[in-house]
C-alpha cells in the first residue's frame, strides 16, 4: 500500500455539515415574537405562510402541514386510494414516499429510473399500469422536474390521477409552469435539508376545493373547518368531527421561519447554481459521472448535487469514498439506496436486487455533495480539494 498519498492531517479542519440551513436573524426574531405572543401553534402565521406559499406557487389552495410526509399521505387520502389499490411510484426515493402509499391502504408499485437524469422512466411506467392501478406519484429528483409531458399522457390515457412529491423541487418549473401543479396535488417538505427550511414542515397545494377542504380536516383530527379558530376572539365555537384524522398541523413557530426563508428563494437559488456550476467545472474531466446536463426547457431547483463514482474505472468503492470525505471532515449524503432493496419492501412485496438496474446503479455510485446556500468560497474550494484528492488516490 502507498501510504505515503494518504495524509493523516483532514484536508479541512472543522467539519462541515452536510444540507446546513441558511438561518438569518429575521427568523431568529420573528420565532422570539411568536414564543412572546403565546400563539406557538397553528395560527396567523401559518395562515400567513400558507397565502405567501399560494402566491409563490399560483395555485388555488396551500394547506401547510407538519411534514411532506403528511402532505402526501393526506394527498393519498384525498384523491380516493383504497384498500388494494396500485400506485406508481419510482423504486429511486426517498421513503416516505412509498410509506405514504402504504398507510392510505395503498400498494406501492416501483419502476425503475433513467441512469442519467434520475427521475422516472415513463416506459417503465407504462409497462406497470394494470386494472388495479389508481396512480402516480411523481418525484422529481434532486430539483430536476420528470418529463411531464410523457407522464401526463399517459396519466389522461389509463385515467390514473398524479400526485408530485416535490420535496426536492420548491422551484422548480417544467415548461414554464410550477412543479406541483402538473397532478391532482403537489406537495413540499422544509425539512432542514431543503431548498427552504421550517425545521419540520410540509405543504399541499392543489386547484381542486374538494381535496383543499379533505387534506384541512384530515389534517387536524378530522374536525370541521377552521377548527384552529375555536379559542380565538370572533368566540368560542364547537367543532365536529367528521373523519377519523390525522394531526398533521403545522405551528407558528415553523411558519415564523418560513415566511423569511420564502422571500430568499431566489437568492438561494442562485448561490446554488453557482456552487452546482463550480463543481460541475471541476469535476467534469474526473472519472467521476456528473449530473445530466439541462434542457433549456427545465427550472432545475439544484437540490442535490449527486456526484457518482465510476467504480469501475476507481480503485475505491462508494461506501469507501464516503469514510474518505469525512474523515477530511466533508459532510456527505445518499441520495438515495434504492426502495426495493431495503428489507421491508423485499419481505412485503418480494422486491429483489436485479428488478431494477438503473436504480441500482445508482445505488451503488452516488454521494451528494454539499450545495448549501450557506457555503463561503473556502468551503466549495475544500469540497472540490477533497473530492480531487480523493479521486487522484484511487487511480
Ligand atoms: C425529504 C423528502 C420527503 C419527506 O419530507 P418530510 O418533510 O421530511 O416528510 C419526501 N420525499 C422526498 C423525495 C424527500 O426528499
Sequence with gaps: MPTHKIPLKPIREKFLVFGNPLIEDQEIQEITDSLKSGWIGTGPKVHKFEEMFRQYKGTQYAMALNSCTAALHLSLISIGIHHGDEVIVPAMTFASSANAIIHAGGIPVFVDCHKDTMNMDPVDIKAKINSKTRAIIVVHFA???????????????????????????????????????????GCFSFYVTKNIITGEGGMAITNNPQYADKIKIMGLHGMSKDAWKRFSDDGYKHYEVVYAGFKY??????????????????????????????????????PVFIPAPIPDYIKHSYHLYTLMIDIDRLKISRDKFLGEMTRHNIGVGVHYIALHLHPYY?????????????????????????????????????VIDTVTHIINNSL
Design 249 to 286: 398541523n403545522m405551528m407558528d413557530i415553523q411558519a415564523a421561519i418560513g415566511i423569511h426563508q420564502l422571500p430568499r428563494i431566489d437568492a438561494y437559488h442562485e448561490k446554488r447554481e453557482y456552487i452546482w456550476n463550480r463543481y460541475n467545472q471541476a469535476f467534469k474531466d474526473l
Design 346 to 382: 423485499q419481505e412485503t412485496y418480494g422486491y429483489r436486487r436485479g428488478d431494477f438496474p438503473n436504480a441500482e446503479w445508482i445505488s451503488d455510485r452516488t454521494l451528494s455533495l454539499p450545495i448549501s446556500p450557506k457555503l463561503t468560497q473556502s468551503d466549495i474550494d475544500d
Design 143 to 185: 430539483g430536476r422536474p420528470c418529463e411531464m409531458d410523457a407522464i401526463t399522457s399517459i396519466a389522461e390515457e389509463h385515467n390514473l390521477k398524479i400526485v408530485e412529491d416535490c420535496a426536492h423541487t420548491i422551484e422548480a418549473q417544467f415548461r414554464g409552469k410550477h412543479t406541483g401543479l402538473f397532478g391532482e396535488i
